[in-house]
């Protein structure tokens, strides 16, 4: 499989093919991606949720960040893949978000970088498109800022909310950005943005009507289990099968059916001399 550039992403709107879209954090779960032949991968600072164990992406640090996407990188060496700038990395300063951005890069190897916040971060995605690198804007609902949001609330659900998204989403095509993604806001709304940005415009819970669609891929096939957001479909219930697993393996150890010869390696050559050997060490070490 050949990786894809800006230029395949930007044919395939011209298309009208969809663009496959999913988060990884490790490197078997990139390989899979890889191998299924999806179009691009997130490594998502939602890796605080999905694999650190945090109840929200607010701890996610840049280190954090560039270790996962190296991993994923090892998995998936021919994905486009996209590297998601976490709290604090750039809200600051355009300086951190550039600074910041070519660690992505130049550490993480990644492909372009995500960046959340439409009007509030035109100067940032100014800054990053400054250094060369791609951007990938994400409006709508924000984790990150979810406390403003009073939690992780669906947004453009009423006149005053889509008007906010759609300045958002022209602020954001008008700073520079190459590409966005649009987050939890009803499909008339995401229609309606398609329709007057130019750039690709990908969605996760915003519907169809747009160039392509991203989910966390632990909630895609059962794994996470703290909670599941209503734009997710699930294509597999793996937690259960994995839990299964487990209790079989604990159970058939304490009932010594694990290993059994298969498992096991075998001496090199007749038993004898090593019976001798254990003889000698048996005698040498009597109480
Ligand atoms: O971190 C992430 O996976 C994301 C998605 C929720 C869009 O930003």
């Not at 164990?53 to 991993?71: E, L, N, R």
């Not at 995500?114 to 990053?128: F, H, M, P, Q, T």
């Not at 005053?160 to 966005?180: I, P, T």
């Amino acid at each position: 499989m050949k990786k894809k550039t800006i230029i395949d992403l930007y044919k395939m709107k011209e298309e009208g093919e969809k663009v496959s879209w999913i988060t990884s954090y490790d490197s078997p779960f990139a390989s899979f991606t890889e191998q299924a032949g999806i179009d691009m991968i997130l490594v998502g600072d939602s890796l605080g949720m999905v694999v650190e164990g945090y109840d929200s992406t607010i701890p996610v640090t840049m280190d954090q960040c560039i270790d996962h996407c190296q991993a994923v990188r090892r998995g998936a060496p021919n994905t486009f893949v996209v590297g998601d700038m976490p709290l604090g990395s750039y809200q600051v300063s355009d300086e951190d978000a550039a600074r910041n951005a070519i660690r992505f890069l130049k550490e993480g190897g990644v492909d372009a970088i995500k960046l959340e916040g439409g009007r509030s971060v035109a100067s940032r995605i100014r800054a990053i498109r400054n250094c060369g690198i791609l951007v990938f804007g994400h409006i709508g609902l924000t984790p990150q800022s979810s406390g403003v949001l009073g939690g992780h609330k669906a947004q453009g659900r009423t006149v005053a909310s889509a008007r906010d998204v759609l300045e958002d989403a022209l602020a954001v095509e008008e700073a520079g950005a190459n590409f966005l993604l649009v987050e939890a806001v009803p499909p008339e709304v995401t229609a309606e943005i398609h329709k007057l940005l130019h750039i690709p415009v990908y969605s996760i819970g915003a519907g169809a009507p747009c160039d392509g669609q991203l989910t966390i891929f632990a909630d895609t096939i059962g794994m996470f289990q703290a909670f599941t957001p209503k734009f997710i479909k699930k294509y597999a219930n793996i937690a259960p099968i994995v839990v299964e697993a487990f209790k079989t393996y604990s159970d058939e150890i304490k009932a010594g059916l694990f290993p059994t010869d298969e498992h096991c390696y075998h001496v090199i050559g007749d038993i004898e001399p090593f019976n001798e050997l254990f003889a000698e060490y048996d005698k040498k070490c009597q109480h």
